[in-house]
């Protein structure tokens, strides 16, 4: 059923991308910068961008026992454009995370894991610096196992998500852009939040 639910999203939604887009080329003249029936080289139809995370996190529980986590992460991407307003490619993200348990004990338990993710994203731009997006996601994660000692095994644990949203970007060359995703597969009983925002660096876009 989520499935079906992810798939009809997807379809709605660019479809009135599309016809957005659609209506804004035809009521421009030939002389703006869409692209004309000239081949373009590969190279040009390509962009790039990449986003940047670095996070603290404390708590405590009863007073005693308490955590802190610090992550770092990078998200790399390359879109091809098909023509000015639709293009797709490859996303990844890597996340470093360290975490501390401190049970109360006297004794600190660490953490520490890799956490990646890839997939394809669709993106539809029919405003200058507004932009629709689709994305599917793989990831794997590391999660605390078993105790040993001073440290927590590592399990692996994968998931999917796919991420429908909309964007904006600042336009030019270099431009920054803040993205708002939601996860239609998200069950609704686990403790990952279906929603995703995010900052990064285009170039090209």
């Given at each position: 059923?989520?499935?079906?639910?992810?798939?009809?999203?997807?379809i709605v939604l660019?479809?009135?991308?599309?016809?957005?887009?659609?209506?804004?080329?035809?009521?421009?003249?030939?002389?703006?910068?869409?692209?004309?029936?000239?081949?373009?080289?590969?190279?040009?139809?390509?962009?790039?961008?990449?986003?940047?995370?670095?996070?603290?996190?404390?708590?405590?529980?009863?007073?005693?026992?308490?955590?802190?986590?610090?992550?770092?992460?990078?998200?790399?991407?390359?879109?091809?454009?098909?023509?000015?307003?639709?293009?797709?490619?490859?996303?990844?993200?890597?996340?470093?995370?360290?975490?501390?348990?401190?049970?109360?004990?006297?004794?600190?338990?660490?953490?520490?894991?890799?956490?990646?993710?890839?997939?394809?994203?669709?993106?539809?731009?029919?405003?200058?610096?507004?932009?629709?997006?689709?994305?599917?996601?793989?990831?794997?994660?590391?999660?605390?196992?078993?105790?040993?000692?001073?440290?927590?095994?590592?399990v692996r644990l994968?998931?999917?998500?796919?991420?429908?949203?909309?964007?904006?970007?600042?336009?030019?060359?270099?431009?920054?852009?803040?993205?708002?995703?939601?996860?239609?597969?998200?069950?609704?009983?686990?403790?990952?939040?279906?929603?995703?925002?995010?900052?990064?660096l285009t170039w090209?876009?």
């Amino acid at each position: 059923m989520k499935n079906i639910v992810a798939i009809t999203g997807i379809i709605v939604l660019f479809a009135l991308c599309i016809d957005t887009a659609e209506a804004q080329r035809t009521s421009r003249s030939s002389t703006d910068d869409y692209f004309d029936d000239r081949p373009a080289a590969f190279k040009d139809r390509l962009w790039y961008g990449g986003g940047f995370n670095i996070g603290f996190q404390g708590s405590s529980f009863n007073g005693r026992n308490s955590s802190s986590a610090f992550n770092l992460g990078v998200s790399p991407k390359v879109g091809y454009k098909f023509n000015k307003w639709l293009s797709a490619g490859p996303r990844a993200e890597l996340l470093w995370l360290t975490q501390r348990y401190d049970f109360g004990s006297g004794d600190v338990v660490k953490f520490n894991t890799f956490n990646v993710g890839i997939g394809p994203f669709l993106r539809a731009k029919p405003l200058e610096n507004f932009f629709a997006q689709a994305e599917f996601q793989y990831l794997n994660v590391g999660v605390p196992g078993r105790q040993n000692g001073s440290s927590f095994e590592t399990v692996r644990l994968s998931d999917e998500r796919f991420w429908v949203g909309a964007g904006y970007t600042s336009g030019g060359a270099v431009a920054t852009e803040l993205v708002l995703l939601y996860d239609l597969l998200d069950e609704g009983n686990t403790a990952n939040l279906p929603i995703d925002f995010r900052f990064g660096l285009t170039w090209n876009f």
